[in-house]
């Protein structure tokens, strides 16, 4: 009885989370938010001058990364975002932005 209740209590609670599962790619990285006030939770910038990520080959994404980090790309603002993150954060964002459908989910309807 008692396991039964555990079991009913780990799917009520796991349900919710999958159910917000994205369809396009897996697990959304624990550092996405630092990243989605510019670039979009998928990808698609909503400011000017930002660029949209979504669908962005893994490589170009990864390397864009490491070379604001080192500071050949001298963009004090992407600078200061990626600055506490290391090298797995960063490949898991680069992976889940490659990973996100590049059409824009914020054009405009004909
Ligand atoms: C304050 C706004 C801001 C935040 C926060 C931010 N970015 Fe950016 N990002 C920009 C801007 C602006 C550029 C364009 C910089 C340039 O001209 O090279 C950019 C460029 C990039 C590029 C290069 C895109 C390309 O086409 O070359 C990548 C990759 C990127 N950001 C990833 C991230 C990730 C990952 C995070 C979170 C850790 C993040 N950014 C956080 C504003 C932001």
Redesign the pocket.
């Given at each position: 009885m008692r396991t039964l209740s555990i079991a009913a209590l780990c799917l009520t609670a796991a349900l919710p989370a999958l159910a917000q599962t994205p369809p396009a790619a897996s697990v959304q990285p624990g550092?996405?938010g630092?990243?989605a006030?510019?670039?979009g939770v998928t990808g698609h910038a909503s400011?000017p001058?930002?660029?949209?990520?979504a669908g962005?080959p893994l490589d170009?994404?990864r390397n864009?990364?490491g070379q604001?980090r080192d500071g050949r790309?001298a963009?004090p603002?992407?600078r200061?975002?990626?600055g506490p993150?290391g090298d797995a954060?960063?490949d898991a964002?680069?992976r889940w932005?490659s990973a996100q459908s590049p059409q824009s989910q914020l054009q405009a309807q004909p």
């Open positions: 550092r996405l630092l990243c006030g510019c670039h400011m001058g930002v660029p949209n990520l962005q170009y994404l864009a990364l604001y790309r963009v603002l992407m200061a975002a990626i993150l954060d960063l964002l680069a932005y």
